[in-house]
């Protein structure tokens, strides 16, 4: 696993003062320019694209495109203009595994995943590309040491959670939320599983109290 090695290479270069420590790319998503309808907006987003060239990718949910969108870059702004509800989009995860600070833009969205998982992101409203690197550069150094930071804890928490097989890791988490019901009576408790082999019910079922 080099994602945390990268993450320290990128947070030296950050900390540096070389002309190119703020890498930044831009992640689109796909049909973009159609959501601009402002005439305005969208000559404002053109010659940001300009500005930008080389270093805008529309996403396609590929692990090729993670790699170029994220890997050489030390930040990444992530455009979620129609405010997907998507949890956690997967741009967002393919980001902080590369070791990049995502520069979420868009709606609000839910981001206590982890305990340092919103302390990773960086959270705009309104954004224009033209703004980003000046406005990394008036950045306090311990604010995007935090966000840097941030991200490598990120990548632990995943890194130990997710190197089980996934059958021990289903096990484990259904054994507590049994566990959780039986000390906070009257808990709601909410299980979500993207993929996986045996179901929900059978693991919480054999670490259910009853039994």
Known sequence: DMSRDVAEVKQDLVASSRPDRFRVSLMLPPGFEQLLTDPEMRQIWHEG????????????????????????????????????????????????????????????????YTHHFPYSVMRFRDFVPQQVVPLLGSQPQDALFVHQQSVKLVQDFFFFRYARPFPERLQVAAHQ??????????????????????????ACEDHSPAR
């Open 49 to 112: 694209f300009e500005e930008h060239r080389g270093h805008i990718y529309t996403d396609d949910r590929t692990q090729e495109l993670a790699r170029r969108a994220f890997a050489n870059y030390t930040f990444s702004a992530l455009l979620n203009v129609q405010g997907t509800v998507e949890v956690p989009p997967q741009s967002l995860i393919d980001c902080i595994a590369f070791g990049t600070v995502p520069m979420l833009v868009g709606p609000d969205q839910y981001l206590n």
């Open 177 to 202: 939320a049994c566990f959780s019901a039986v000390v906070s009576p009257g808990l709601l408790i909410f299980v979500a599983i993207y993929s996986s082999l045996c179901t929900t019910s059978s």
